[in-house]
Nanobody
Framework: QVQLVESGGGLVQPGGSLRLSCAAS????????MGWYRQALGKERELVAL???????KYADSVKGRFTISRDNAKNPVYLQMNSLKPEDTAVYYC???????????????WGQGTLVTVSS
């Protein structure tokens, strides 16, 4: 059993900052890419930022220069530092990880339950 648990969401004023965290737990052999996605009301879920176990990070154009994704090590956890927040950043933010479990030969995608970020004055 694998779980992803996000934290750090909340209400912030425009121009403010928040830091999201996502920790994976369970029978984990290895974690490949980890990423943050978001889904605003009435919109499709979209990629915000992605960080592989090795290699370059990737960001949505809308958050480049404002958001930073990072990992403490090749496994866990993953963070999303969000600065200069705008009302259009309001959404439920989800963590996703490609995880290989012990006893399994391939990785699967796992998702967290989501954390709400509201940017409003």
């Amino acid at each position: 059993q694998v779980q992803l648990v996000e934290s750090g969401g909340g209400l912030v004023q425009p121009g403010g900052s928040l830091r999201l965290s996502c920790a994976a737990s369970g029978s984990i052999f290895s974690i490949n890419a980890m990423g943050w996605y978001r889904q605003a009301l009435g919109k499709e879920r979209e990629l915000v930022a992605l960080i592989p176990s090795a290699g370059s990070t990737k960001y949505a154009d809308s958050v480049k220069g404002r958001f930073t994704i990072s990992r403490d090590n090749a496994k866990n956890p993953v963070y999303l530092q969000m600065n200069s927040l705008k009302p259009e950043d309001t959404a439920v933010y989800y963590c996703k990880a490609d995880i290989r479990r012990y006893g399994y030969g391939r990785s699967l995608e796992f998702w967290g339950q989501g954390t709400l970020v509201t940017v409003s004055s």
